[in-house]
């Protein structure tokens, strides 16, 4: 989803991160748009849970600023990987595929 923020004229995006159907304890769809920061993880205080083996209670945050949306690791045990190379922060793309654990979320836009 594409709009008009009418305070700055700029192009704002809704960012969605799916897992497949067959995905553990999934499947998943999450939704981010601009301004929001949200955890990742199994434990019942992050924002978007993954019902998961390897996902750390609280595995990384999500961000999203000057649209763009931004992964970062939170000191995971496991990792966070960003089409399979795992990363401490990355900026993801369409089409990305961000994987916490053994669940992999492919990056989209509505």
Request: proline residues 4%; glycine residues 8%; hydrophobic residues 40%.
């Amino acid at each position: 989803m594409l709009g008009v923020d009418p305070r700055s004229r700029v192009l704002t995006r809704m960012w969605i991160l799916r897992s497949n159907d067959a995905a553990e304890g999934g499947p998943y769809t999450f939704r981010m748009t601009p301004g929001r920061v949200r955890t990742l993880g199994r434990g019942p205080r992050a924002d978007f849970v993954l019902d998961a083996a390897l996902v750390s209670r609280a595995h990384c945050r999500l961000v999203v600023a000057d649209n763009e949306l931004v992964v970062e690791n939170l000191s995971s045990t496991n990792g966070t990987f960003v089409n399979d190379r795992q990363v401490e922060r990355s900026i993801l793309k369409v089409g990305d595929r961000l994987r916490a654990g053994r669940v992999e979320l492919k990056v989209s836009t509505e």
